[in-house]
């Protein structure tokens, strides 16, 4: 059997999704998904000049080999764009052996350990009250676990995924659109002195059983980040995401020495060397690659069989910029992992994106369950994409307030 082709589309509503489809000489093809959130153009001209080019003439079922001879064969290793390039591969490779086999692919990894993977919806609101209404909201649509954040007062702008204004609290999503990014001021006393408070009453309104998680997008020093987890203890929350920038695998140490408070990292990871540490010194209880940057199923799966040996569950990035081909990918992970979490699910489905990925997975009262269709189980409509054009986008910059350049 043998690739015979590959190509790139790059088009989405609202997204830039990044689409790989791969064929074989056999008329089975394979679909894997390459969006690098605003730098879509990246991975879409790594695969087009030097990996599909590779691929042409190679057996689609040896996906490990390939794996490696795309990884180890680079020289330059690692980084967002490369691996998110052969995370796509790898997907179209999975997606044509569970074809090729007639099985979903959670088959292939060992069979379903549940049947519906519990995902969680991001709640937002320009103050408490307006949070209070979005995760009333989500509550009533059946969501067992919510994410939630809010405007802090006094700040001089909102901050991460916080509207400006109340009443967009419903399905919210950030505005990245134009190369020139947006300024965010952040305050980090401000932040640390209101958001412990506001947990706590986000507890005491919902009650003890729902699972409620906080983002704080890798805004705090280690020592702030210890005080501010002793802090959310009585919230109880179901983790505190991102206390610290993500590259300093030691600097969730100090955090652990002061505080119980569940903490989950990774969703900028791209490798397993970025979290080896982490998981083997059991620092964090949650990780948060995704299939989409972190080297596809193949190199994620890894990840999770080391999480697997010291407690750690999985949390898979699912932020919109996820295409319903590295949100299913990441379904039959979910439905397999014996050390599953929980998923991070706001794909769009809207009509205009279930026309571009047709699949027979649902979502239903805050639950993924994946279809039995072969592969991956999503199509791609290759004239629908012909609808949209790329537009660039860049995530907002953060600085002090007096300037200084903080943490996105
Ligand atoms: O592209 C960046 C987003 O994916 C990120 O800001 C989202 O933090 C995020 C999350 O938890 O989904
Ligand atoms: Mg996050």
């Known amino acids: 059997m043998k690739i015979t082709g590959a190509e790139v589309f790059v088009g989405g509503p609202k997204k830039n999704y990044v689409t790989l489809k791969i064929m074989t000489d056999q008329g089975i093809y394979g679909l894997g998904d390459a969006t690098l959130n605003n730098r879509e153009t990246l991975p879409a001209k790594y695969l087009t000049d030097y990996l599909i080019p590779n691929l042409i003439g190679m057996d689609p079922r040896n996906s490990e080999d390939?794996?490696?001879?795309?990884?180890?064969?680079?020289y330059f290793r690692r980084g967002p764009i490369a691996m998110a390039a052969f995370g796509a591969i790898d997907m179209a490779l999975w997606d044509i052996k569970g074809k090729l086999a007639n099985m979903p692919l959670y088959q292939l990894f060992g069979g379903k350990s549940r049947d519906g993977a519990m995902t969680y919806a991001h709640a937002t609101g320009a103050d408490l009250p307006d949070l209070m209404d979005s995760i009333a909201h989500y509550v009533e649509e059946g969501y067992q676990a919510v994410r939630v954040q809010c405007g802090i007062p006094g700040m001089p702008t909102a901050s991460y995924a916080v509207p400006e204004e109340k009443g967009?609290?419903?399905?919210?999503?950030?505005?990245?659109?134009?190369?020139?990014?947006?300024?965010?001021?952040?305050?980090?006393d401000k932040y640390m002195r209101y958001m412990p408070d506001a947990l706590m009453e986000i507890r005491e309104r919902f009650g003890p059983d729902l699972k409620i998680l906080h983002d704080v997008h890798h805004r705090l020093t280690p020592r702030e980040a210890?005080?501010?987890?002793?802090?959310v203890e009585p919230a109880r929350l179901?983790?505190?995401?991102?206390?610290?920038?993500?590259?300093?695998?030691?600097?969730?140490?100090?955090?652990?020495?002061?505080?119980?408070?569940?903490?989950?990292?990774?969703e900028v990871f791209n490798s397993i060397y970025d979290c080896n540490k982490l998981i083997e010194n059991e620092?964090?209880?949650?990780?948060?690659?995704?299939?989409?940057?972190a080297g596809g199923i193949t190199h994620v799966k890894r990840i999770v069989d080391l999480a697997g040996l010291h407690h750690v569950?999985?949390?898979?990035?699912?932020?919109?910029?996820?295409s319903p081909i590295s949100m299913a990918a990441q379904g039959h992970l979910n439905a397999w992992a014996p050390n599953f979490g929980i998923q991070e699910y706001l794909v769009l489905g809207t009509p205009e994106c279930d026309a571009l990925f047709p699949s027979d997975h649902r979502m239903e009262n805050g639950m993924f369950y994946v279809s039995d269709a072969p592969g991956l189980g999503v199509d791609f409509d290759e004239k629908e994409v012909e609808k949209y054009e790329y537009v660039a986008g860049s995530h907002p910059v953060v600085r002090?307030?007096?300037?200084t350049m903080w943490d996105y």
């Open 66 to 74: 390939i794996w490696q001879f795309f990884y180890r064969g680079t």
């Open 168 to 188: 967009e609290n419903k399905h919210y999503i950030s505005d990245f659109s134009g190369i020139r990014p947006k300024v965010e001021i952040w305050d980090t």
């Open 226 to 231: 210890a005080q501010f987890a002793k802090e």
């Open 238 to 266: 179901f983790w505190l995401e991102d206390p610290t920038p993500a590259e300093d695998q030691d600097a969730l140490r100090m955090l652990r020495q002061h505080s119980t408070v569940p903490v989950a990292i990774g």
């Open 283 to 293: 620092l964090i209880d949650f990780i948060r690659v995704a299939v989409t940057y």
């Open 313 to 322: 569950r999985t949390g898979f990035h699912g932020a919109p910029s996820h």
């Open 400 to 403: 002090l307030t007096d300037g």
